[in-house]
């Protein structure tokens, strides 16, 4: 399972499979996390695996919370995607398929409409 991960300054999210439905590794990650300086508020799903991270930018940075994640294995900065790379696999995984059904169901009796199907 990939990682998901949505920041904004002051705010950070992380999904991750090490936390989902796991209270054991919910405990943990609380612990560690309400340890770090600049940490205001955390809350954890149990079920989807959700970390949502509020955090003070003057007193620490998105990259070390996720450092800290990721030397405790709750993150995988090399499977991380975004919401932007989960919307774009979805859309070019899906126009492709849409467009096999397209030119699957046309039959080409000429010349230019096996042209317009290949550039499609």
Request: net charge neutral; charged share 15%; proline share 4%.
């Amino acid at each position: 399972m990939n990682n998901y991960v949505h920041n904004i300054p002051g705010r950070l999210r992380i999904k991750s499979a090490a936390v989902k439905k796991n209270p054991i590794e919910v405990g943990k990650i609380r612990i560690l996390l309400t340890s770090m300086p600049g940490v205001q508020n955390l809350d954890v799903n149990l079920v989807t695996g959700s970390v949502l991270i509020r955090y003070d930018i003057n007193q620490v940075t998105s990259e070390k919370l996720l450092g800290a994640l990721n030397q405790a294995g709750y993150f995988e900065p090399s499977t991380g995607a975004t919401h932007d790379d989960i919307l774009h696999s979805m859309l070019t995984t899906g126009g492709r398929a849409i467009g096999s059904l397209v030119v699957g169901a046309l039959e080409f009796d000429s010349p230019a409409l096996a042209v317009l199907a290949a550039l499609i």
